[in-house]
């Protein structure tokens, strides 16, 4: 058989290029071969890394096989690094974790201690990352026709970067990646042009960036292929940006002009290159944007676009139903599963419906066990140490939780996400996102625990000890009916002296000093994306929770083990504690933020 009907067979229609026959060829022998390439990359790693400090402590004296490894190097967690990471980031260049140089630190939205995880990186991951960018439109092109035919219209950011106390940037990864040449002086390529300018992308300014972005989304709009943002909440916020700003966008286009709040001179010169007047099209975008009903709106705009490029699974499938109401039902295309720790792998059927989405991992990227997950038990069996499983080894249907060894000097890392096997590409297995550890709340980048929104809880229930009044149970919810989403806290109070209960103004300053206390990414993302809304507690009437256990019971819990769920999406049970609500409350201000870390 020959190679590309080898491919067509397994992966869909054949490669559109050569370059993509190269990319397909590669992710075919990475995958026919994964066990011989994880036993290299572990061998690689343990040989380069072998002088750590890290590595030096389990007296591995050099041996790169898996069995010494797996017998003498423990799984840990970032707590259990915190400290050797903290003293690279006050500036000891000795090589603790990895051999080469650390270049900077990624900040993960994984929070630890209400900070974000720092995550080390050296200079030649790039090069592992951008070999992974480079086989998503190949991928692509096997399912979708004609892409080099048009642009895209993503929608993508910088953040803000600081420094470490000893020098290092510490920034988000796709920021790093944003304003490194990989991304800014990348060879033209028909199958990824964009419609954003660099300029706008590179502009930290949030709204400058948005606004030139959709701007020029706007003026190619028939050139638009496909539209997306890296999370569905991104996406769902330039269409959100829109409806607030047509108007103005309208009238650029009208005119020629740029509006006065794009100050940034690199946009302002990139942009002279863009505008013209141009009437006919500003009446028509007007004409989409004035109408009351934004169903369709995406297609109505951009009427080529084939499909939207977003992530979807995980969290960010609680914005399924309103992206389908926005684009009138466009395939969601999730493309790749990655994080600031290492980039996994890719999905091999884009076009797959969300809730079949597998992630193949490419087993060059780092050396992946495999920590079994028991969905029915909150532990693992005591005393016994957990056996990981290898990459190959895992078995379809059974979940597991996700256990990196990286170049940069992580070893048997637990990543906190939980996988099932869905099936396997040749000898590599395919997963299906199942969920972050321990993550109760998210709206965007933001993930709350349950140990932070009861502190959160407790912080706030501080300003009503003068009311002699308490919190007798409480409960949340991520409500992403409107854009952007906000947390909601169900709060049940005993109010003592109903003479003297809380004011209104009480309560709502109660929902900001959950706000305060939540970690630093929620706050990021309230203050400085404007990605998150006000906080928002609503009281319900005297035995709520009660009936909520009665119900549960009914539904078949055991009285002994009932706990209140700490964060409720089941319909009939929002249902009942919005009929009992007796009041609403909103954060009347912005929580402190400030791109400073605490710790
Ligand atoms: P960060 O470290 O902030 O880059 O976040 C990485 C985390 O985002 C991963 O560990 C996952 O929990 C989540 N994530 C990344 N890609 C996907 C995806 N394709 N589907 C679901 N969750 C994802």
């Known amino acids: 058989m020959s190679f590309e009907s080898m491919i067509s067979r397994r992966l869909g229609d054949p490669p559109a290029c050569d370059k993509d026959a190269k990319a397909l060829q590669f992710i075919e022998e990475m995958t026919q071969n994964a066990d011989g390439v994880q036993q290299n990359v572990l061998a690689e790693i343990l040989s380069r890394n072998a002088q750590t400090e890290y590595l030096k402590r389990f007296n591995l004296d050099g041996i790169t096989d898996r069995e010494t490894f797996k017998s ?7 707590e259990d690094l915190q400290p050797l990471i903290q003293r690279i980031a006050n500036g000891d260049r000795s090589p603790i974790l990895s051999a080469h140089p650390i270049s900077e630190f990624l900040t993960s939205s994984g929070t630890s201690a209400g900070e974000r995880k720092l995550m080390p990186t050296i200079k030649e991951e790039w090069d592992r990352r951008q070999l992974l960018y480079s086989l998503l439109m190949p991928v692509m092109n096997l399912y979708v026709k004609g892409l080099d035919k048009g642009k895209g219209l ?4 910088v953040k803000t970067e600081t420094k470490t106390p000893g020098g290092l940037l510490a920034r988000p990864v796709l920021t790093s990646y944003y304003k490194s040449d990989h991304f800014k002086t990348r060879p033209y390529d028909p199958y990824n042009v964009y419609t954003s300018p660099n300029e706008a992308i590179l502009c930290a300014d949030s709204f400058q960036s948005m606004y030139t972005q959709m701007l020029c989304g706007l003026y190619e709009r028939k050139e638009v292929l496909r ?9 769902l916020r330039a269409i959100r940006f829109l409806q607030l700003n047509w108007p103005q966008l309208t009238h650029d286009i009208r005119t020629g002009s740029l509006n006065p709040k794009v100050i940034d001179p690199s946009i302002q010169e990139c942009m002279t290159r863009v505008l013209r007047p141009d009437p006919e099209l500003a009446d028509f975008v007007a004409k989409e944007c004035v109408n009351e009903n934004w169903e369709g709106i995406i297609t109505r705009i951009w009427p080529n676009t084939k499909y939207l490029d977003v992530i979807v699974t995980g969290a960010m499938a609680q914005y399924i139903p309103t992206l389908d109401y926005y684009s009138g039902g466009l395939p969601l295309a999730c493309t790749m599963y990655a994080s600031s720790e290492c ?4 999905n091999l059927k884009p076009m797959s419906k969300p809730s079949q989405v597998s992630y193949t991992i490419m087993p060059n990227m780092a050396y992946f066990e495999f920590l079994p997950h028991d969905p029915n038990s909150s532990g693992h069996a005591r005393d016994l140490p957990p056996k990981l499983v290898d990459l190959v080894d895992v078995e379809i249907d059974k979940e597991y939780e996700l256990v990196i060894t ?4 992580l070893c048997r890392y637990q990543v906190g996400d939980i996988l099932r096997v869905t099936g396997f590409h040749n000898s590599a297995p395919q997963f299906h996102f199942v969920r972050r550890k321990n993550v109760l709340l998210s709206i965007d980048s933001d993930k709350t625990d349950e140990g932070e929104l009861q502190k959160a809880v407790e912080n706030a229930i501080q300003l009503l000890h003068e009311f002699n009044t308490s919190v007798v149970e409480y409960a949340s919810y991520a409500d992403t009916k409107t854009i952007p989403g906000h947390y909601v806290i169900y709060w049940e109070l005993l109010v003592k ?4 209960s809380p004011s209104e103004k009480v309560l709502n300053q109660c929902c900001l000093a959950m706000e305060e206390s939540l970690n630093s990414v929620y706050r990021q993302c309230r203050v400085a994306d404007n990605s998150i809304g006000p906080l928002e507690i609503r009281v319900v009437k005297s035995g709520t929770f009660e009936e909520l256990m009665d119900y549960a019971i009914s539904r078949g819990a055991s009285i002994n083990q009932y706990k209140v769920p700490r964060c409720v999406s089941f319909t ?10 007796v009041s609403v409350h909103f954060s009347p201000s912005l929580p402190r933020w400030t791109p400073e870390r605490r710790r």
């Not at 980039?343 to 890719?346: D, N, P, S, T, V």
């Not at 002296?497 to 003297?500: A, F, K, S, V």
Request: glycine share 10%; charged share 10%; aromatic share 20%.
């Open 72 to 78: 003498v190097i423990p799984m840990v967690t970032y």
């Open 154 to 157: 993503y929608f993508l950011f």
């Open 343 to 346: 980039y996994f792998g890719l």
């Open 572 to 581: 009939p049970i929002m249902e009942l504690l919005d009929s009992r609500v």
């Open 227 to 235: 539209v997306g943002a890296v999370f569905a909440s991104g996406l």
């Open 497 to 500: 002296d109903p003479t003297n």
């Open 406 to 409: 990286t170049y940069a000097g």
